[in-house]
């Protein structure tokens, strides 16, 4: 059996990205999508019928749970877990002082409290077997703050520290924990925006465009990777260029 990847949010965007990047590249790929049904089902067909091993769960990572009943399946599915992508996330726009406790909570839960509870629940296979590749996914507006974003940009912030943090505590038990930063990527959650903010975005860019799901994606299979062996506790920006 190859080696077994867990990636959270894997239905669409920068998440579907990683499944096919890992799958064809010879990971038993397991991922995890909260609402998106029919995506998910169509991207698990989609690898399967280029022979690729992948395994769809439905659950929804702020609920332990959840999470934990995941971790359950892939371990029986696949008989082991080698890497964990917690790309699992959700935004909003909303100036700060229209902010709700349920907006906040929903950021803080989408975001860290869903890499907390994956973590956890992929770690006991990790420290058994001493090896592991965790990767995190923030945000540039986690390194820079965001207007009207505050609570989303709070939250990516908070990826970065626990990054760094693990990475620290795990690195004695062979477990590499590396976080990356998109920049302005061209998914439906940054086509909110609309075209003339993207458009602006790019041009803030010093590359000249917007990112793209499968560079991400790219990144994240390496550092999950051997080539990857003596990397752990960094903070790797996918921007372009956008914040130096």
Not at 187 to 215: F, S
Request: contains cysteine.
């Amino acid at each position: 059996m190859g080696k077994t990847i867990w990636i959270t949010g894997g239905s669409r965007g920068i998440g579907a990205a990683a499944v096919r990047a890992f799958a064809r590249a010879g990971w038993n790929t397991a991922f995890t999508y909260r609402s998106s049904r029919e995506q998910a089902g169509a991207l698990a067909e989609e690898l399967t019928q280029e022979g690729c091993s992948v395994l769809a769960l439905c659950g929804d990572m702020t609920v332990r749970a959840e999470v934990e009943r995941c971790a359950a399946e892939i371990l029986h599915f696949f008989g082991g877990l080698d890497a964990l992508v917690c790309n699992a996330g959700v935004a909003q726009q909303k100036q700060f002082q229209d902010i709700t406790d349920e907006d906040w909570d929903a950021m803080l839960g989408g975001n860290a409290k869903s890499a907390f509870y994956a973590i956890q629940a992929a770690l006991p296979t990790m420290l058994h077997g001493k090896s592991g590749s965790i990767v995190t996914v923030s945000s540039i507006w986690g390194v820079t703050g965001a207007s009207c974003e505050s609570h989303y940009a709070a939250s990516k912030a908070a990826i970065i520290a626990l990054s760094k943090s693990l990475a620290q505590e795990f690195g004695p038990s062979g477990i590499r924990v590396n976080c990356i930063v998109p920049g302005v990527i061209d998914t439906d959650m940054n086509r909110v925006h609309g075209q003339e903010t993207l458009d602006a975005l790019a041009e803030e860019t010093p590359l000249g465009r917007l990112g793209t799901p499968d560079e991400v994606a790219r990144t994240m299979l390496f550092l999950c990777g051997a080539d990857a062996s003596f990397i752990t506790g960094q903070v790797l920006g996918v921007t372009g260029g956008f914040a130096v």
